[in-house]
């Protein structure tokens, strides 16, 4: 069964970065778009970011534009996302999910995907 596995998350003080990382055991990555959520303490799990499977297609949500920047090798079969300029208000536990394709949809609605990994972590806090 493909289950995502993420990584990368931390303690980092406001302004500071951090890059997560997807990968999966056993399955490859590279046919399937793939997505960034986040689930802050008491609320739903948000779109933050997708990249298509040969990365021509980009989309980010409006609150991390400029500060976060997601890529992905094939050959690695991993994803990143790369935070910078680090706000509380991105404290929240980040998950990324294969996607049907990389949309605004993915990112004002979310996914229906629920084979959901153990997520990483991000505390943004001084």
């Known amino acids: 069964q493909f289950k995502p596995v993420e990584s990368g998350g931390n303690l980092v003080q406001p302004g500071g970065s951090l890059r997560l990382s997807c990968t999966t055991s056993g399955f490859s990555l590279d046919p399937y778009a793939i997505g960034w959520f986040r689930q802050a303490p008491g609320k739903g799990r948000n779109g933050v970011s997708c990249i298509s499977s040969s990365s021509g297609i980009i989309h980010y949500a409006d609150s991390v534009k400029g500060r976060f920047t997601i890529s992905r090798d094939n050959a690695k079969n991993t994803v990143w996302l790369q935070m910078n300029s680090l706000k509380p208000e991105d404290t929240a536990v980040y998950y990324c999910?294969?996607?049907?394709?990389?949309?605004?949809?993915?990112?004002?609605?979310?996914?229906?995907?629920?084979?959901w990994g153990q997520g990483t972590q991000v505390t943004v806090s001084s």
């Open positions: 999910a294969p996607v049907g394709g990389c949309t605004t949809e993915i990112i004002t609605r979310g996914t229906s995907y629920d084979h």
